[in-house]
């Protein structure tokens, strides 16, 4: 602390003198400690996972659905889905319908022919592991987090079955396991992401309509679809950030 | 000085009392705490780290296409050079892990049924144009697809007759429009290959006005039906199918 | 398993538009209609314990005591409908051990700790603590010993320590005031901050709760007062009936007009989700929101009340009115939470479909278990006032 002198202008010229030495390099090593401070990210050690869909390319055929449900052993009543397909009807003047019968897992049944049909597509939904998830918010324990690789996962022996998740998750990506009671939801198959395999939707896409990839890693089809298509997600105003992307979807998909 | 002993005496006994009960109870959350809280929680982030090694251990039942390739080379190679060479092994065989796991001795799904290759070939409006579907009515109906269709291989004994085959919606959209009785190559020059290799060697498509002009102007050699539109005046700065789908062109 | 999976058939054949897949259960059941219930009871009762504490209204103080023992009450029964509902009840205690502190859920655990240790029960001991202390004194063996441990083995109930006492009861009932709003107020923020659905996710979700809870809270003692009094034979204090139902009256016109706020400006904002949320309002909460909660649960409950002040009724015409009121606006209250709840669960989050609510009678979240839960208070405040008596003595006058 400097005293006060009778000198008042010479003492501020001093502390002007010292703050003009000390803050650029205060400043610097702000600027510093701060990107030494990132996380491994940076290193490229870790990944942070996502997956591309292409829209124009999903034929509505339900395999990734009924393969989603074999392989994480998902009950098989039309009730609980880990990924689904929805199927978008645009009119002339503009009315929308949708459809996802059984998600999808049974394919589906032709449209009644009109002559009013503007369009029709196929739309492939499933968690969007986001980056700043809801759902990850709202858990009062702590039983659902974002795993180190940006996957969002379920602690199933930890969860008290609140439900709370599954209100909070703004593309009804959850469901309550009806055995388990736990919630439950889809993990980017995660137990075979850490295995170098791909998840089981996107292995027997039969079009490869879904992307599966790395966004930190340089080399990744996820970072290609990205750069060669316009991209949508999912309710975008509510800030969750999803992680799975859409080409060429329509302004109608909710 | 510090009296403890007459600090302790002016506090009225209710409050010791109090004091007392609540320290009791927060003695009894912090040793719970102790106690009962996971180890391996808070080490990676509000969670319990051990989560992720049990969801990582969770059994596999797709095994992918790199390990049917270890024994079915050559089921592969054939695989490879066909229309289905982007189609997994698994997506009609079903989950192979089973299957590996017991040398080939479990026996994996052989779909023969026409109802399963409907799942992704049946005609449906909705599918993107140009995926080949077929109308699962008059198509061959009750015969099982693999007859003609080689699963492995699948090009059809004879490459695909009309357009419409494989862009049916487009061909069902232009056969109740005006344009019913023109014939796709009229307007789409479309060389032979297309049909054996169809993203490769892309139809034609017209570019100017001129074309379209070529039966609609007032002058044009063509049907008396046609309708004529003076081609100076009419939609003058556009070309004619920014406002004229051309498979179904009425205005009305 | 399979109890579940026919009713979400059955529920499946009510959905109208299109629904997400999993949608078609809903999560929250008619147990988390009763827990807002509950705790928005909780709350009111104790904001009108302590107008008679903190704001002198001297006018209420006979129902003071009932008041407290009625927070109390129906506080312990507040986290059975919670417990009952959770997929893994045994694994409740991870809410205190690991809360997750960004989740408004996880406050849950400590708030209700705090409301009922340091808020209701210390207003409560301090309140009774004198009557505890000479009731120790005259009784003999096990009464004697309960009284005792009751008052925490106290003995002094010299003058000074009987000031203290009131003045301790009054501290407390000062913080217990925000207390009770983060109680009751942290339940609405739950649903207020779920930005996914847009029935909930508004900032007047948490304000509309608290002010709709001092309406049940009021309305609730002015019954209890009523049907108490009578079954023991007493005179009902008409001035503290009227006071009663002025701050009633005075909540409900709030509550009303926060709620109406709500609609006129959902309305007005037009946004994405005002269609399907119309078609709600139109089929699905028809009878619950119009019926129930607006006409049946305030405009006619206000009128009849407002009516009453108007034209100075006798007495037993406006006793009359102010239970029949009373009872209305507790069920209109229980309409709102219902529309609340079951409500923002019926139309889907791609606002393009709604589905239904098919209410199990038996198993734990059934109705029987609900209405059980609704009952359990009363049962409870009967046999606190057998320990705690709700009146001072010598305060009333039987009915001669």
Same mark, same amino acid.
């Given at each position: 602390?400097?005293?006060?002198?009778?000198n008042?202008?010479?003492?501020?010229?001093?502390?002007?003198?010292?703050?003009?030495?000390?803050?650029?390099?205060?400043?610097?090593?702000?600027?510093?400690?701060?990107?030494?401070?990132?996380?491994?990210?940076?290193?490229?050690?870790?990944?942070?996972?996502?997956?591309?869909?292409?829209?124009?390319?999903?034929?509505?055929?339900?395999?990734?659905?009924?393969?989603?449900?074999?392989?994480?052993?998902?009950?098989?009543?039309?009730?609980?889905?880990?990924?689904?397909i929805?199927?978008?009807?645009?009119?002339?003047?503009?009315?929308?319908?949708?459809?996802?019968?059984?998600?999808?897992?049974?394919?589906f049944?032709?449209?009644?022919?009109?002559r009013?049909?503007?369009?029709?597509?196929?739309?492939?939904?499933?968690?969007?592991?986001?980056?700043?998830?809801?759902?990850?918010?709202?858990?009062?324990?702590?039983?659902?987090?974002?795993?180190?690789?940006?996957?969002?996962?379920?602690?199933?022996?930890?969860?008290?079955?609140?439900?709370?998740?599954?209100?909070?998750?703004?593309?009804?990506?959850?469901?309550?396991? $009806?055995?388990?009671?736990?919630?439950?939801?889809?993990?980017?198959?995660?137990?075979?992401?850490?295995?170098?395999?791909?998840?089981?939707?996107?292995?027997?896409?039969?079009?490869?309509?879904?992307?599966?990839?790395?966004?930190?890693?340089?080399?990744?089809?996820?970072?290609?679809?990205k750069?060669?298509?316009?991209i949508?997600?999912?309710?975008?105003?509510?800030?969750?950030?999803?992680?799975?992307?859409?080409?060429?979807?329509?302004?109608?998909?909710? | 000085?510090?009296?403890?002993?007459?600090?302790?005496?002016?506090?009225?006994?209710?409050?010791?009392?109090?004091?007392?009960?609540?320290?009791?109870?927060?003695?009894?959350?912090?040793?719970?705490?102790?106690?009962?809280?996971?180890?391996?929680?808070?080490?990676?982030?509000?969670?319990?780290?051990?989560?992720?090694?049990?969801?990582?251990?969770?059994?596999?039942?797709?095994?992918?296409?790199?390990?049917?390739?270890e024994?079915?080379?050559?089921?592969?190679?054939?695989?490879?050079?066909?229309?289905?060479?982007?189609?997994?092994?698994?997506?009609c065989?079903?989950?192979?892990?089973?299957?590996?796991?017991?040398?080939?001795?479990?026996?994996?799904?052989?779909?023969?049924?026409?109802?399963?290759c409907?799942?992704?070939?049946?005609?449906?409006?909705?599918?993107?144009?140009?995926?080949?579907?077929?109308?699962?009515?008059?198509?061959? $109906?009750?015969?099982?697809?693999?007859?003609?269709?080689?699963?492995?291989n699948?090009?059809? $004994?004879?490459p695909?007759?009309?357009?419409?085959?494989?862009?049916?919606?487009?061909?069902?959209?232009?056969?109740?429009?005006?344009?019913?009785?023109?014939?796709?190559?009229?307007?789409?020059?479309?060389?032979?290959?297309?049909?054996?290799?169809?993203?490769?060697?892309l139809?034609?498509?017209?570019?100017?006005?001129?074309?379209?002009?070529?039966?609609?102007?007032?002058?044009?050699?063509?049907s008396?039906?046609? $309708?004529?539109?003076? &081609?100076?005046k009419h939609?003058?700065?556009?070309?004619?199918?920014?406002?004229?789908?051309?498979?179904?062109?009425?205005?009305? | 398993?399979?109890?579940?999976?026919?009713?979400?058939y059955?529920?499946?054949?009510?959905?109208?538009?299109?629904?997400?897949?999993?949608?078609?259960?809903?999560?929250?059941?008619?147990?988390?209609?009763?827990?807002?219930?509950?705790?928005?009871?909780?709350?009111?009762?104790?904001?009108?314990?302590?107008?008679?504490?903190v704001?002198?209204?001297?006018?209420?103080?006979?129902?003071?005591?009932?008041?407290?023992?009625?927070?109390?009450?129906?506080?312990?029964v507040?986290?059975?409908?919670?417990?009952?509902?959770?997929?893994?009840?045994?694994?409740?205690?991870?809410?205190?051990?690991?809360?997750?502190?960004?989740?408004?859920?996880?406050?849950?655990?400590?708030?209700?700790m705090?409301?009922?240790?340091?808020?209701?029960?210390?207003?409560?001991?301090?309140?009774?603590?004198?009557?505890?202390?000479?009731?120790?004194n005259?009784?003999?063996?096990?009464?004697?010993?309960?009284?005792?441990?009751?008052?925490?083995?106290?003995?002094?109930?010299?003058?000074k320590?009987?000031?203290?006492?009131?003045?301790?009861?009054?501290?407390?009932?000062?913080?217990?005031?925000?207390?009770?709003?983060?109680?009751?107020?942290?339940?609405?923020?739950?649903?207020?901050?779920?930005?996914?659905?847009p029935?909930?996710?508004?900032?007047?979700?948490?304000?509309?709760?608290?002010?709709?809870?001092?309406?049940s809270?009021?309305?609730?003692?002015?019954?209890?007062?009523?049907?108490?009094?009578?079954?023991r034979?007493?005179?009902?204090?008409?001035?503290?009936?009227?006071?009663?139902?002025?701050?009633l009256?005075?909540?409900?016109?709030?509550?009303?007009?926060?709620? &109406?706020?709500?609609?006129?400006?959902?309305?007005?904002?037009?946004?994405?989700?005002?269609?399907?949320?119309?078609?709600?309002?139109?089929?699905?909460?028809?009878?619950?929101?119009?019926?129930?909660?607006?006409?049946?649960?305030?405009?006619?409950?206000?009128?009849?009340?407002?009516?009453?002040?108007?034209?100075?009724?006798?007495?037993?015409?406006?006793?009359?009115?102010?239970?029949?009121?009373?009872l209305?606006?507790? &069920?209109?209250?229980?309409?709102?939470?219902?529309?609340v709840?079951?409500?923002?669960?019926?139309?889907?989050?791609?606002?393009?479909?709604?589905?239904?609510?098919?209410?199990?009678l038996?198993?734990?979240?059934?109705?029987?278990?609900?209405?059980?839960?609704?009952?359990?208070?009363?049962?409870?405040?009967?046999?606190?006032?057998?320990?705690?008596?709700?009146?001072?003595?010598?305060?009333?006058?039987?009915?001669?």
């Amino acid at each position: 602390m400097k005293e006060k002198t009778k000198n008042n202008k010479l003492n501020r010229r001093e502390v002007l003198k010292k703050l003009g030495k000390y803050l650029p390099s205060a400043g610097l090593l702000w600027i510093a400690s701060s990107k030494l401070a990132l996380p491994a990210e940076e290193n490229g050690k870790k990944h942070n996972y996502g997956m591309g869909v292409y829209i124009k390319r999903c034929i509505g055929c339900g395999r990734c659905a009924n393969a989603c449900k074999e392989e994480n052993n998902v009950p098989r009543d039309p009730f609980f889905y880990r990924t689904w397909i929805e199927r978008y009807a645009v009119n002339m003047d503009g009315e929308v319908s949708v459809q996802s019968p059984n998600g999808g897992i049974d394919g589906f049944s032709p449209m009644e022919a009109t002559r009013t049909l503007l369009k029709s597509f196929f739309v492939p939904k499933l968690c969007n592991h986001c980056d700043n998830p809801p759902c990850v918010q709202v858990c009062p324990v702590g039983a659902t987090f974002k795993s180190p690789e940006g996957v969002i996962l379920v602690d199933e022996k930890y969860c008290i079955g609140c439900r709370y998740c599954i209100q909070a998750c703004p593309y009804g990506a959850r469901y309550f396991h $009806p055995e388990k009671k736990v919630a439950d939801k889809c993990t980017f198959c995660y137990h075979r992401i850490t295995k170098g395999l791909r998840p089981a939707c996107v292995e027997v896409c039969p079009t490869n309509a879904r992307v599966f990839g790395d966004l930190h890693t340089l080399s990744s089809p996820l970072l290609r679809f990205k750069r060669m298509n316009d991209i949508h997600v999912l309710k975008p105003d509510l800030n969750t950030e999803p992680k799975v992307y859409y080409a060429n979807m329509d302004g109608v998909v909710r | 000085m510090f009296n403890p002993l007459k600090i302790f005496k002016t506090i009225p006994e209710q409050i010791i009392r109090l004091l007392l009960i609540f320290a009791g109870v927060i003695a009894a959350l912090i040793i719970a705490r102790h106690l009962f809280i996971p180890a391996s929680f808070g080490k990676l982030g509000h969670y319990r780290a051990d989560a992720l090694d049990e969801i990582k251990s969770l059994p596999v039942q797709y095994a992918g296409r790199d390990q049917c390739a270890e024994c079915h080379e050559d089921k592969i190679a054939i695989l490879n050079s066909s229309y289905h060479k982007g189609l997994s092994c698994e997506a009609c065989h079903g989950p192979g892990v089973k299957h590996v796991a017991a040398g080939g001795d479990y026996e994996l799904l052989m779909p023969v049924k026409r109802e399963f290759c409907h799942k992704c070939h049946a005609f449906l409006e909705a599918r993107p144009t140009g995926f080949p579907q077929i109308d699962t009515i008059t198509h061959n $109906p009750n015969k099982p697809c693999i007859k003609c269709h080689n699963p492995h291989n699948p090009t059809p $004994p004879s490459p695909p007759s009309e357009c419409g085959v494989c862009h049916r919606s487009i061909e069902s959209m232009k056969s109740v429009s005006p344009h019913n009785s023109l014939q796709c190559t009229t307007c789409h020059a479309a060389p032979r290959e297309h049909k054996l290799n169809p993203r490769k060697y892309l139809p034609s498509k017209p570019s100017a006005r001129e074309f379209c002009g070529k039966c609609h102007t007032k002058n044009a050699v063509a049907s008396k039906e046609i $309708p004529r539109i003076d &081609m100076d005046k009419h939609g003058n700065t556009y070309v004619c199918w920014e406002c004229h789908y051309p498979h179904s062109p009425q205005a009305e | 398993m399979e109890k579940l999976i026919e009713q979400l058939y059955a529920a499946s054949q009510q959905i109208s538009g299109f629904i997400y897949p999993n949608e078609v259960e809903l999560q929250w059941s008619i147990l988390i209609v009763i827990y807002p219930y509950i705790t928005g009871l909780v709350a009111g009762a104790f904001i009108l314990a302590s107008l008679v504490k903190v704001f002198n209204v001297k006018a209420l103080s006979p129902t003071y005591r009932l008041a407290l023992l009625t927070a109390l009450a129906f506080l312990i029964v507040a986290p059975m409908p919670l417990q009952f509902h959770l997929g893994h009840m045994e694994r409740s205690y991870e809410i205190f051990l690991t809360p997750h502190l960004k989740s408004a859920m996880a406050v849950f655990g400590f708030v209700y700790m705090w409301y009922l240790m340091v808020v209701l029960l210390l207003e409560i001991w301090f309140d009774y603590r004198k009557d505890l202390v000479e009731m120790a004194n005259r009784e003999k063996g096990l009464k004697k010993l309960l009284y005792m441990a009751l008052s925490l083995f106290s003995r002094d109930i010299s003058p000074k320590a009987i000031a203290f006492d009131k003045k301790a009861a009054k501290i407390i009932t000062i913080i217990g005031i925000p207390s009770a709003f983060l109680l009751h107020g942290y339940v609405g923020f739950i649903f207020g901050s779920i930005k996914a659905n847009p029935w909930w996710s508004s900032v007047l979700i948490p304000v509309v709760f608290l002010f709709s809870a001092i309406v049940s809270g009021i309305a609730l003692v002015l019954i209890l007062y009523m049907v108490i009094t009578m079954f023991r034979g007493k005179k009902l204090d008409m001035l503290c009936l009227d006071r009663l139902a002025d701050f009633l009256l005075y909540a409900v016109i709030v509550d009303f007009s926060l709620e &109406m706020l709500d609609f006129i400006h959902r309305l007005y904002q037009s946004e994405d989700s005002i269609h399907i949320i119309s078609e709600l309002i139109k089929t699905k909460l028809f009878i619950s929101l119009i019926i129930v909660q607006i006409l049946l649960g305030i405009i006619v409950p206000v009128g009849m009340i407002v009516l009453v002040k108007f034209f100075k009724y006798q007495d037993e015409l406006r006793r009359l009115v102010y239970f029949v009121a009373a009872l209305l606006i507790q &069920m209109g209250i229980f309409g709102t939470r219902w529309n609340v709840v079951i409500g923002g669960q019926l139309f889907s989050k791609s606002f393009r479909g709604l589905t239904a609510y098919k209410m199990e009678l038996l198993g734990m979240e059934g109705l029987f278990v609900a209405l059980g839960f609704l009952v359990l208070p009363f049962i409870i405040l009967y046999l606190v006032t057998r320990v705690f008596s709700p009146w001072e003595e010598g305060q009333e006058q039987s009915i001669s």
